[in-house]
T-cell receptor
Framework: NAGVTQTPKFRILKIGQSMTLQCTQD?????MYWYRQDPGMGLKLIYY???????DKGEVPNGYNVSRSTTEDFPLRLELAAPSQTSVYFC??????????FGSGTRLTVV | GQQLNQSPQSMFIQEGEDVSMNCTSS?????WLWYKQEPGEGPVLLIA?????ELTSNGRLTAQFGITRKDSFLNISASIPSDVGIYFC??????????FGTGTSLTVIP
């Protein structure tokens, strides 16, 4: 049982490039989330989804887009990468009021 | 948005010592969660609390859901080097929104 799988684990982007961070879960959880974690900081919510076809903005959505065409997948898209988007990105799922299950993260550097 | 105040921000302790950290919110929460994050990994759930006053243990870890429903505490007894990491609290408010604390970085000195 893989849980939450994020790819890639590491990526270096040049300013202005675009990329998609992939997140896949096999737990059939409806809720999925994207967080970013800056050095020494807590988790900030970028986007979330309460089910396939439904997405909503979190605390820091600017510069990102998401889609949720299936229960399993919740990709995060960066269109024009900026240095401020250098961070570690975590995808997570949740079932009802139980706790989150996190992926192992994607470390992104924009230069 | 909701802010969770987690303290202390960092701790440096000797192996064998006990550790206490806490998290407070400005509003009432229905659920409190405690996570541990090791370097290069995502947070992993340690303990979940669902009722005011609840006291739950997981090995050497004990967490409590505060009576006021605005705070929670995590204690680690007899710390060992593998306890090193960042500990996050998270809470779910009455609107079913989850919020994370800023973390407590724990260093255990052998």
């Amino acid at each position: 049982n893989a849980g939450v799988t994020q790819t890639p684990k590491f990526r270096i982007l040049k300013i202005g490039q675009s990329m998609t961070l992939q997140c896949t879960q096999d737990m059939n959880h409806n809720y999925m989330y994207w967080y970013r974690q800056d050095p020494g900081m807590g988790l900030k919510l970028i986007y979330y989804s309460v089910g396939a076809g439904i997405t909503d903005k979190g605390e820091v959505p600017n510069g990102y887009n998401v889609s949720r065409s299936t229960t399993e997948d919740f990709p995060l898209r960066l269109e024009l990468a900026a240095p401020s988007q250098t961070s570690v990105y975590f995808c997570a799922t949740r079932f009802a009021h139980y706790g989150y299950t996190f992926g192992s993260g994607t470390r992104l550097t924009v230069v | 948005g909701q802010q969770l105040n987690q303290s202390p921000q960092s701790m440096f302790i000797q192996e064998g010592e006990d550790v206490s950290m806490n998290c407070t919110s400005s509003s009432i929460f229905n659920t409190w969660l405690w996570y541990k994050q090791e370097p290069g990994e995502g947070p992993v759930l340690l303990i979940a609390l669902y009722k005011a006053g609840e006291l739950t243990s997981n090995g050497r870890l004990t967490a409590q859901f505060g009576i006021t429903r605005k705070d929670s505490f995590l204690n680690i007894s007899a710390s060992i080097p593998s306890d090193v990491g960042i500990y996050f609290c998270a809470g779910q408010d009455t609107g079913n929104q989850f919020y994370f604390g800023t973390g407590t970085s724990l260093t255990v000195i052998p």
